[in-house]
């Protein structure tokens, strides 16, 4: 149990991420009334002791309600006759309502506050952990983890100390997240063991959760029933497979009532799956979450399904077509307890993609939308690349056209995304890259946020109102995204990254690889023809209007002509430019933005803390020296191939 | 001690490489008389009780003797009245010429044996040994290793049963090794504790190995003087730092009376050197050399130093330059006991590359001509390649031309090369390469034997005398090196392996690289320009008459075109055909021969024992997909960078 979190004070060594002590200061000395009784409003109660509040029974200044106005999750807040006043519709609009107090500061006890109410937009706000029990020689604890070990896990156990785990808990439900995935989707032989011998130790994970209203989830193995049950089958339609997994999940609720559900990547980059015994996915999907159902446990189950063994010298298979292949003609088949969670685009986390035509196509399933907090692909927390900008235009993509609904609106299960954190004193490595934790919180609440607002609430809270330090942050954060595009594969066409570490530039690294990632760049032009008429025929699993505009050149997004067209290196981009020198100036420019950042840092020595400053400087060299190499090498290589030398004369052949 | 190691059986598990009991059946039955005293003529008297022959006082059939005719190694082989006769210069001599009785075979007893005296060309023939006593995450336990762990070490330790090293030691006699170097030239922390805290670890490998006439060498870090010792410098001009290493050798000389010496990479990929100082090389080597030279030990300093930090777009700065700019210089600052250890190319034992100049350069100095059996970039012994015939090339090369001295007479060091054992079954991972260990022995001990009759030596030691077989491994392995050259990178340029792993084409895989491995491919031509007149100078550290050969496009060897000049690719070579056709041409041809191995070795099922068989196939049917593999990427990578088509039309754009 989480005992009095409330009042344990954070080693010096760890960073407080965005709730430091002062960002509950406007609060300290003011009266408080939290009404209602349960385990959530006790979890209120402490944060408003842990804030210096006294506790009154009338005329308190603030006053925290649960009652059954609205949703669970939402709460109203309004002011009248000097009291502010939170109304929730259940004990998590409470925690909720208190954490929207917090973010307000001051402004939340002015006379002038208005009444705004507060809903989630999606009831799932899920956090899944690529961490493992053990140390991969390669992969380290946290597969694709930029922010040292896991959090959860130690040698091999579950860590004994989870004080950690109940501040990152606290963290997460201040900013709206309520499921959290504890282990790697990639299931090893010693985490598969979590679902049943080792259950004792998710047990305790939970309920360091649990007093701030998130539910644990684990990654399991389709496997399972073989590696850990001892069957000769893990067929979904054997009865035995079918018994197995009811025993499992019973257990599993026996010990942890309030557990999430299952998630499973099956058939999938080599993890096992219901392919094997000519079952389909739905069928695999329906196993497992008919275990579930009696409990009402959910099963998040990937979509991230591609054939990592293809022929480069075979132009015709398209890894992005993979996804809607498997699982358009799946829709309708699926249990009301299954999710199927929907890599944002059809390739990777790349930082351009076209939104994956799944969503839209799939009505008649639970959708869960997959980001990656962790920058996998988009600087590894060594780059300071603000990424709530990008998941802004995903969520707000109309698959249907501009008079259809968003993407945001259209994921019925929900938000899940990787999470960025890990035993670094700054949680995140890169001290900038808590700010991307803090907007994908914010933004599975609610996708209309503005990523500008986002980050001007995660720099006050984290270190206060400083409106220089704001500006500063802001004009290195703003466009970074767009930023780290600029630098890296143009135009959509996406890797060009190192192999295995996806780290750093390596034109060439996946071009004759078994992983479908190519750019087919040769002497006269680059990119990958998509279109119905001549290529693949990727563009027609959109709904119109974007099949039709995603196929034509004359309708085609700039920023991402090459990931649909394979074009000469001197056509023209609507901007005007053409391919070739769009390559060198977005180049160029992007390389010396990250010089502007560092100069803008600079100006900031003595208003962030030095820890801080210093981790940042550091980090930010290293952005300078890869962005530097990223845009010589990408330059060089399209030099080389095309001929055609820079208009500016900046390239080294 | 090796105690009765010759009455020992081999466990099943383990392949008796090229030294069956079948390959002493001659010897069986026959009477022998083994005359003097000394360690190995006791061990010449096991082999012969090993091999069932009757020890007689007079009228032996076979007489081995050692007296002072001749060198210590050497010996002579005669008949008369029906005894075949030894007579060796010592006792090594004695050991040695058993052994080639034992090649001999029948032979040995023919009326008509020839009188055939034998000396080895160096006195100096040494294994290097890149193993590890831990075993590193991604290297693994043995560097470059590709047959498993390491027979020497395991869980940190040496091994406990050292009878497999004995068996080692007992192979490598029969082919004239008489020094190993028993740890990886990277030495790590745990390894670096050899030299001191476990020398008496060190004492039982260096027991295993004297009865076979092999003395033990130790590779050592530059800074342990620092890291083992506690002092604060390893500066080599320190009198602290001189006094801790002669302490240091005198407790191993303590320790092991015949000790060989030490192998040291210093100021080499990141390992420490004299340069931290501002001392050179020649100061470095000899700090060291000084306190060995008491002892009579040997210092073996690797010459392969140069910037691993390059910048790509540099197109100035030359790897290959390094060395020779590094040590010409040094000529004659080197102590008599220092040996200088160059590998043979200036770059890193590519399957071509022209002989290193170092070698004609350094006169006054004992250069080791160092060769790698390990198949690092050679197919990594998954790959039937041959490497007797690249070595012949290299050790007849004649660096001041043709009436000039061949290099296997100017390396006054002797020959030293990269083990390629490991505890893999078949000792070398493909059954076959254990020809590269045979050869290399033999080639060391006589560099004029031709490699086709070391061959033949090989396959009928190992397999027996069965013709079919013969001539099925020979059409195999004869041209293997020259296949493997063919399907790989082109015209001598080199590289185009994976990074890191170095198995398998990536053509551009280090061409943005800081490790200064280049090909320049542009859309009009390929090549390293590394000539006087206009590239790097390197042509230029040559002697005459090849400085002048290499720097004229009228005179450079074909193989080497592309090592030494930046062509068009539709540049005629000297065959007449286009450079852009020869790689169209080489490679298609290259991956077909493999086709042809694969045909004869099926043929050769059921005259091989079935294990060998299989574990060829196997491994064949991996070098198909290899080498078709790098066929097409290569290929394709110039038809895309070139537009020049195939003119036969066989390659995939």
Redesign the interface.
């Known amino acids: 149990m989480t005992g009095d979190a409330g009042t344990r004070v954070a080693p010096p060594a760890e960073h407080a991420m965005w709730l430091p002590d002062a960002a509950t200061a406007h609060l300290s000395g003011r009266s408080v009334a939290v009404r209602g009784a349960g385990a959530l409003l006790d979890t209120v109660r402490r944060e408003a002791q842990r804030a210096g509040m006294t506790f009154v029974d009338a005329g308190a200044q603030l006053v925290v309600e649960a009652s059954a106005a609205t949703g669970p999750e939402a709460f109203e807040i309004s002011r009248a006759d000097g009291t502010t006043r939170v109304r929730a519709g259940g004990e998590a609009g409470a925690l909720y309502g208190w954490f929207h107090i917090v973010r307000l500061g001051a402004a939340a006890f002015a006379d002038d506050l208005p009444t705004t109410t507060h809903e989630p937009q999606h009831a799932l706000r899920m956090l899944d952990h690529w961490d493992n029990l053990d140390v991969h ?2 992969m380290g604890q946290v597969e694709r983890g930029y922010a040292g070990g896991s959090i959860f896990f130690e040698g091999g156990r579950v860590r004994g100390d989870l004080s950690r785990v109940e501040r990152y808990a606290r963290l997460l439900a201040s900013i709206g997240v309520n499921r959290v995935g504890l282990n790697n989707v990639n299931v090893h032989r010693r985490e598969a063991r979590l679902l049943t011998d080792d259950i004792g130790e998710v047990v305790r994970l939970a309920e360091a959760y649990r007093p701030w209203g998130i539910r644990v989830h684990l990654s399991v193995s389709f496997a399972a029933p073989i590696t850990l049950g001892g069957l000769d089958t893990a067929d979904p339609f054997d009865a035995d497979v079918q018994r197995w997994w009811a025993d499992a999940v019973d257990r599993v609720y026996a010990a942890i009532p309030d557990f999430g559900g299952f998630v499973v990547k099956a058939d999938s980059e080599g993890q096992p799956g219901p392919f094997a015994y000519g079952r389909d996915h739905a069928d695999g999907a329906n196993l497992l979450a008919r275990a579930l159902a009696p409990h009402r446990g959910l099963l998040h189950w990937r979509a991230f399904v591609y054939n990592h063994q293809q022929d480069w ?1 075979d132009r015709r298979t398209d890894r992005a077509r993979a996804a809607y292949d498997h699982f358009a003609p799946l829709d309708g088949r699926f249990d009301d307890n299954v999710i199927l969670q929907v890599k944002y685009g059809p390739m990777d986390f790349q930082p351009r993609e076209p939104v994956s035509p799944v969503i839209p196509a799939m009505r008649q399933t639970a959708v869960a939308l997959e980001l990656q907090v962790t920058q996998e692909y988009t600087g590894q927390q060594r780059h300071a690349v603000y990424l709530a900008p990008q998941w802004r235009e995903i969520l707000g993509f109309a698959p249907f056209g501009d008079d259809g609904p968003a993407l945001a609106d259209l994921v019925r299960g929900g938000i899940a995304a990787v999470s960025n954190v890990g035993d670094d004193p700054f949680w995140t490595g890169h001290p900038l890259a808590q700010a991307n934790l803090y907007a994908y919180g914010r933004l599975a609440w609610d996708a209309r946020l503005h990523p500008g607002a986002i980050l001007d609430e995660w720099i006050a809270l984290t270190f206060g109102h400083d409106q220089a330090l704001r500006r500063g942050i802001r004009s290195i954060l703003d466009d970074s995204w767009r930023t780290y595009e600029a630098y890296t594969a143009p135009l959509g066409v996406g890797f060009m990254v190192t192999p295995g570490s996806h780290y750093g ?5 996946y071009e ?1 690889s078994p992983w479908g990632t190519y750019h087919f ?4 032009g680059v990119g990958v023809d998509r279109t119905v008429a001549t290529g693949t025929g990727y563009a027609g699993q959109y709904p119109s209007p974007w099949r039709e505009r995603y196929e034509s050149l004359e309708t085609v997004p700039d920023e991402l002509l090459l990931f649909f067209h394979h074009v000469p290196y001197t056509h023209r981009l609507r901007s005007g430019a053409t391919v070739i020198q769009h390559i060198y100036d977005t180049h160029a420019d992007g390389a010396a933005a990250v010089d502007r950042m560092i100069a803008e840092w600079d100006l900031l020595d003595g208003r962030v803390p030095s820890d801080v400053f210093a981790r940042v400087r550091g980090l930010l060299a290293e952005q300078q020296r890869s962005a530097r ?1 990223w845009r ?2 990408v330059c ?2 399209f ?5 055609i030398p820079d208009a500016a004369g900046r390239v ?2």
């Open positions: 020689p390669v010298r530039p390596s034109v060439d690294g004759y760049a040769d002497r006269d190499e010589d090498q060089t290589y030099w080389r191939k095309s001929g080294i052949p």
